[in-house]
C-alpha cells in the first residue's frame, strides 16, 4: 500500500512543473559550485606561481593541497619518470626541501604528514638524504646517530614515491640506506618497523645482507623509542644491523 502511494506521488510529480523547478535549482546549485571551485584554483594557481616556498609555509595550513599546482605538478612529473640512475644528496636546510618532503610524505602510506617547517626543523636536527631522478624527489629518508660511539645509526623514516614500477623497487630504498650508513662506517644501525610492512622488513634485510652483516630482533626499550621514531601500541619491533668487524670477517 505503501508502495503504491510512493509511485503514484513519483508518477504525480515527474509530470507536474516541480520537476522542472527541481532541476533549474539543482543545475544552478552545481554551476554556483563549479564557480566556486574555478575561482579557488584561479586563486591557488596564482598564489602558487608567485610565493616562494617560505610564504607557502604561512598559508600551509589552509591551502588545499589537491589544488595545489606544484603538487598536481610533481605527481605528473612522477608518473613519467625515466630509467636515469636514482642520485641521493643531502637535504638543505630550506623551505624548498622541507615542502620536498612534505610531498612524499603525503604520498607514501604510513608516513607521517608533517607541516614544511617541521620538516625543516627535522633537516636541522637529523640527517635527511632525498632521492631524485631526472631532477625530481622521489624518495627521503631520516637518521640520526646516537651521541656515544659506542651508539647505533638510528633510522626513523624510509620513503619511495608509491608510482611502481617507476620509483619503487629500482634500489632507490636501498640507495638511500647506503648513502646514510656511509658517513657512519663504524656504527651499527637499528631500525624499527610494523609487523605488516612487508617492504620495509625485506628491505632491512636486503640492506644487512647487502653490507655483508646481520640483523637481530631488540627488545622494545633497548632503544629509545623517540630514537627510532616510533609511538608504542603500533606493532612495532626494533631491530639491529650488525656491521661485521675486522674479526668476524
Ligand atoms: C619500504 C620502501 C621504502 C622500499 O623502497 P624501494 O625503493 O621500493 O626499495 P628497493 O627498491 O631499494 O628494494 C630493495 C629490496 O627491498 C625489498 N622490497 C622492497 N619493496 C618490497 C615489496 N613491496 N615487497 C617485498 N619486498 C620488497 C626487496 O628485497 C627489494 O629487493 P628486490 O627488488 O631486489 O627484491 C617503500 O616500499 C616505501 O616507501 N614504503 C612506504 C613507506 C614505508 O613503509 N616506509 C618504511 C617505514 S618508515
Keep these: 500500500m505503501r508502495c503504491n502511494l510512493f509511485a503514484s506521488g513519483v508518477r504525480r510529480l515527474l509530470r507536474s512543473k516541480d520537476l522542472e523547478i527541481y532541476f533549474q535549482t539543482a543545475h544552478s546549485r552545481y554551476a554556483i559550485r563549479e564557480m566556486e571551485l574555478a575561482k579557488r584554483t ?30 598536481l ?8 619518470l625515466s630509467a636515469a640512475v636514482v642520485s641521493i644528496r643531502e637535504a638543505n636546510q ?20 608533517r607541516s614544511v617547517r617541521e620538516n625543516v626543523s627535522t633537516i636541522i636536527e637529523r640527517q635527511v638524504h632525498i632521492a631524485e ?21 638510528f633510522f626513523q623514516i624510509v620513503a619511495v614515491a608509491p608510482v611502481a614500477p617507476d620509483a619503487q623497487r629500482r634500489g632507490v630504498g636501498l ?38 652483516a646481520t640483523i637481530q630482533r631488540v627488545t622494545l626499550g633497548t632503544y629509545r623509542d623517540r630514537d627510532l621514531g616510533i609511538q608504542r601500541g603500533l606493532g612495532y619491533r626494533a631491530w639491529i644491523v650488525r656491521r661485521p668487524t675486522a674479526q668476524s670477517e
Excluded at 73 to 80: I, M, V
Excluded at 190 to 209: C, G, H, V, Y
Design 133 to 153: 631522478i631526472d631532477g625530481v624527489h622521489v624518495g627521503f629518508c631520516v637518521s640520526s646517530q646516537g651521541p656515544k660511539d659506542s651508539d647505533p645509526l
Design 175 to 212: 640507495s638511500m640506506f647506503g648513502a646514510a650508513t656511509a658517513r657512519e662506517p663504524l656504527r651499527d644501525i637499528a631500525l624499527a618497523t610494523q609487523d605488516d610492512n612487508i617492504a620495509a622488513r625485506s628491505l632491512n634485510e636486503k640492506f644487512a645482507r647487502t653490507i655483508g
Design 73 to 80: 605538478r610533481w605527481s605528473t612529473q612522477l608518473e613519467a
Design 42 to 71: 584561479t586563486y591557488c594557481e596564482s598564489v602558487s606561481a608567485t610565493l616562494g616556498s617560505c610564504e607557502y609555509q604561512t598559508i600551509e595550513p589552509t591551502f588545499p593541497l589537491s589544488q595545489d599546482p606544484e603538487f
Design 94 to 113: 630550506t623551505a624548498e626541501d622541507g615542502r620536498r618532503m612534505k610531498d612524499l610524505q603525503v604520498v607514501c602510506c604510513p608516513i607521517s604528514v
